[in-house]
């Protein structure tokens, strides 16, 4: 077998293989179709296109990691009071449905030496929402990336969050919240220090 011919055969495979798999336009298309509609008319000409960019957009937190977000903007500190970012707002899709789930998170850490950049912390709340999710999972992944990034005395994180899956669909009460939480450090053992973070919690800013 020449060469040349070894070549064509790959490049035929490859075609093949090409128009088997539809674009991601193609999919949201047949998507449209498989729910009854009618792909053709004018109001949905360019929806495909454009979901695939809004999912490009709203799932972009898979393509940042931890060192990237917080870009060494990590200082040194004497002091060891509670540092908390409120009422970050943010928007993330539950890994169920695919349906948003929405609200806010609340920061805290006690420092032990170090402290990551004030804006940073919202910064990193986006990267982990941008990503399909469960809430608990968020939480959680937020609290331990603070404890990675500054090993912290303690790191205390609430989110609370309305999640559509559960509103339009029935199952929920409209306007019922979920608050989780991830305790770590003396955010866990000191209940002087949760105690603190609770309180700065409830008595700041509007209820969702
Ligand atoms: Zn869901």
Not at 31 to 55: F, H, N, Q, S, Y
Not at 84 to 91: L, P
Not at 161 to 185: D, I, N, P, Y
Request: include cysteine; aromatic fraction near 6%; hydrophobic fraction near 45%.
């Amino acid at each position: 077998m020449s060469t040349r011919t070894v070549l064509q055969e790959g490049t035929a495979a490859a075609e093949a293989r090409a128009a088997a798999a539809l674009t991601t336009e193609e999919l949201y298309r047949e998507l449209l179709r498989r729910i009854g509609e009618d792909t053709m008319r004018d109001g949905l000409a360019e929806t495909p296109e454009r979901v695939e960019k809004a999912m490009a957009f709203l799932t972009q937190g898979y393509a940042m990691d931890v060192a990237t977000v917080l870009n060494e903007a990590l200082f040194e500190v004497e002091y060891d009071e509670m540092v908390m970012v409120r009422d970050i707002e943010f928007y993330s899709l539950c890994e169920h449905h695919l349906l948003p789930f929405f609200g806010k998170v609340h920061v805290a850490y006690v420092p032990s030496g170090r402290v990551i950049g004030l804006s940073k912390i919202p910064r990193l709340v986006e990267m982990y929402s941008r990503r399909l999710q469960v809430q608990e999972r968020l939480t959680t992944q937020i609290a331990d990336a603070i404890v990675e990034a500054i090993a912290p005395q303690g790191v205390g994180v609430i989110v609370e969050a309305q999640h559509l899956c559960m509103m339009m669909r029935g199952v929920e009460k409209q306007h019922s919240a979920t608050v989780t939480s991830a305790m770590r450090g003396v955010f866990k053992t000191q209940m002087q220090t949760r105690n603190e973070f609770l309180s700065l919690v409830r008595h700041g800013g509007d209820e969702i």
